[in-house]
């Protein structure tokens, strides 16, 4: 049983500002957290069901017995920072990442602003399936750790490293080529499959800043053929990594 103390702490951790504080996030989702489990994320304690304790029994094996917690559906109603609460929850540290500039070889997503969760989780997700292992984001980009993004991932956040600097001063340090996704740049199905480089995504309604595309090596774009006026920020970078990559 969780003790009073225990709940307002994981109720807390939906806040900015605790997680920074503590170094610690929450994880929703039923596979989501046992990707998490199974990838050996550091996961410092599970709040689930009793069914689901039961069908994830091997998973729980891997961690101590009493980091596991079985609660009732509606004290996780209680916990839960989402609207339909999952069958599990996760607590675990933010793992420690150091900012290293880009170098040849690399395949890279560098971000500007993203603002919401729901895409900064989905590219977190398509970078996980286009096997690009790192993400840059701007210092004004969403937390990556906001417990809607974690479950936008579904789970890739496992495997994508993610760091934060300054998107300008990283390209000027890298000598790798930089891809800038804008309205009038050169049509990406004019480029041959990238074997290296940083593809830049910006802001869901103002796009990269100047500053960034001046900077960039390369302007690109996604023809377009109907009469949208732009494409969600997740949708083109699935776009982009779907034709520059493969």
Not at 46 to 71: F, I, N, R, S
Request: with cysteine; proline share 4%; aromatic share 4%.
């Amino acid at each position: 049983m969780l003790s009073k103390a225990q709940i307002k702490y994981i109720q807390s951790l939906q806040h900015k500002k605790n997680r920074q504080k503590s170094s610690q996030y929450i994880a929703e989702g039923d596979k989501i957290v046992q990707e998490l489990i199974l990838a050996g994320m550091p996961v410092k304690a599970v709040y689930a069901t009793a069914d689901w304790v039961e069908q994830h029994a091997a998973a729980l094996g891997k961690l101590p017995a009493d980091a596991v917690y079985t609660v009732e559906a509606h004290v996780l109603k209680q916990l839960s920072a989402l609207t339909t609460p999952n069958r599990a929850m996760a607590l675990l540290d933010m793992p420690e990442v150091t900012y290293i500039v880009p170098v040849s070889g690399q395949l890279v997503l560098a971000l500007e602003a993203i603002q919401d969760p729901g895409n900064m989780g989905t590219i977190i997700r398509i970078a996980d399936w286009f096997g690009i292992s790192q993400i840059i984001c701007s210092p004004d980009c969403v937390d990556v750790y906001n417990p809607k993004t974690i479950q936008a991932t579904m789970g890739s956040i496992a495997r994508v490293r993610i760091v934060e600097t300054d998107i300008k001063e990283m390209l000027t340090q890298t000598s790798i080529p930089s891809y800038a996704a804008t309205l009038h740049g050169k049509d990406i199905t004019e480029y041959s499959r990238l074997t290296e480089g940083i593809l830049l995504i910006g802001n869901e309604g103002r796009g990269l800043s100047e500053e960034v595309i001046a900077a960039s090596t390369h302007k690109i774009t996604i023809p377009r053929v109907g009469g949208a006026e732009s494409l969600n920020a997740a949708v083109a970078t699935g776009i982009i990594c779907g034709r520059l990559l493969i």
